[in-house]
């Protein structure tokens, strides 16, 4: 059941352990329950925890995740690489039976092989082919819900990438497998040919509660095809839709006040710098004298480039936190601390509990809670799916601005594609 509402009538890594030893654990299945892969710190699992379902399995190849896994849950059967297990050897680690009932599969495929920001080779490149072994086991498994959660790059991506230089006037034109968005019209058709559902969209995780503007799609598919409902926010950037302002840097940050700061440090040429800014500043605050000496050769180069000499704002949520807070293109600088965020800055901006205990050296904790899913942004697909499996009403908003950007939704996406891709069958 759908609750419509308008404002207008409203007041994880590279780094592998190939010696790691799985843990089995045997368990006794409870309703809901969830397999969980690419698993990483588990922020997505803390935050289906606290929607009710319980992740009996995590799927995680990074020597210090699958740490952290261990410390903190001992008793969640731990697997590595997806390609090295069968289904059945899947549902084996978890403690079940084939055949038994699995209410949710979720996953964030590495997300390098999609970002805009790396090459794009995506199904070609070995971290891709790790997204379709998902598919394939999700497919297998036949779990009553499939979440996919991956970058905005995602959107766009195509199965075959052609560098750039190959394109333009006087070449071939791409061909269908070269086309925006092919490899996400690949995924989507897998799913639909046995049956799944597919809806998406692109999500602030600040709507859902996080101090920060973080934005992921977030794919849910449901085995009854049954079109899944859009994330209900919990918060708004703007008023009209009776729902709390965004989280703030500083509402999250102000209990850690007196605590022993674990944190990297800027070198002191760029300090001289960060001394010169307010919060809420970057390079562009600089004196105009000084902003061509600070930025060197990037001074010329395309884009924003707000991402440098930034100063984080007491009053906004934070910037997306990055697995490195002290890189000079996304640097993460304290308000009014000549210092990079700390690790303890950054668990509390991505909502882990302050029991939950990072493994590794602090830069593989930064990398953890740099990459991780956002707690809240993980309760608020949790409680979709919770909703869905009750039979409950789920609360849609008209026109809700759940990113910055538009066509990111699975209909208005589709319509925005080439129509020989529409009609391919990838």
Not at 399 to 408: A, D, G, L, M
């Amino acid at each position: 059941m759908l609750i419509i509402e308008s404002p207008q009538s409203l007041s994880s890594g590279e780094d592998t352990d190939k010696n790691a030893v799985d843990q089995t654990q045997p368990a006794t299945p409870l309703t809901p329950i969830a397999l969980s892969f690419f698993s990483g710190a588990m922020g997505l699992d803390l935050g289906l925890h606290q929607a009710g379902i319980k992740t009996l399995l995590a799927c995680e190849v990074d020597r210090a995740c699958r740490a952290t896994i261990q410390q903190n849950v001992p008793d969640t059967a731990l697997i590595g690489d997806i390609r090295d297990y069968s289904p059945q050897a899947v549902m084996h680690h978890a403690g079940l039976n084939w055949g038994d009932k699995v209410d949710v599969m979720v996953g964030g495929p590495p997300c390098q092989a999609f970002s805009t920001a790396g090459k794009r080779r995506a199904f070609e490149d070995d971290r891709g082919n790790v997204f379709l072994t998902y598919i394939e086991t999700a497919i297998a498994i036949r779990p009553k819900f499939i979440v996919i959660e991956n970058v905005r790059g995602l959107l766009s991506c195509p199965l075959q990438h052609r560098p750039h230089a190959q394109r333009g006037q006087g070449l071939p034109e791409l061909n269908v497998l070269e086309q925006k968005g092919s490899a996400l019209r690949h995924i989507t058709q897998q799913l639909k040919c046995v049956g799944y559902s597919v809806n998406f969209n692109l999500y602030n995780a600040a709507n859902f509660g996080s101090p920060q503007i973080r934005e992921r799609v977030v794919v849910i598919c449901a085995r009854d095809g049954e079109i899944m409902p859009y994330l209900e926010p919990s918060h708004a950037q703007h008023s009209g839709w009776n729902l709390p302002s965004w989280r703030t840097f500083q509402d999250v940050v102000m209990p850690l006040q007196g605590i022993q700061h674990q944190h990297l440090d800027f070198p002191e040429k760029r300090l001289k710098y960060y001394r010169l800014l307010q919060p809420g500043q970057n390079w562009r605050n600089l004196p105009p004298d000084i902003q061509k000496e600070a930025m060197g050769k990037s001074f010329y180069s395309g884009g924003g480039k707000t991402g440098f000499y930034r100063r984080l704002a007491w009053d906004q949520p934070s910037p997306t936190l990055v697995t490195h807070p002290a890189m000079p293109a996304t640097d993460l600088c304290h308000p009014t601390e000549d210092r990079p965020l700390s690790i303890q800055e950054y668990r509390a901006i991505q909502e882990f509990p302050e029991h939950w205990e990072l493994a590794g050296s602090l830069l593989e904790q930064y990398k953890q809670v740099g990459n991780a899913v956002p707690v809240s942004l993980g309760a608020a697909i949790g409680r979709l799916l919770i909703k869905q499996l009750r039979g409950e009403p789920v609360r849609q908003y008209s026109n809700f601005p759940y990113s910055r950007y538009k066509n990111t939704d699975e209909v208005s996406w589709q319509a925005t594609l080439p129509s020989a891709l529409c009609s391919a069958i990838l």
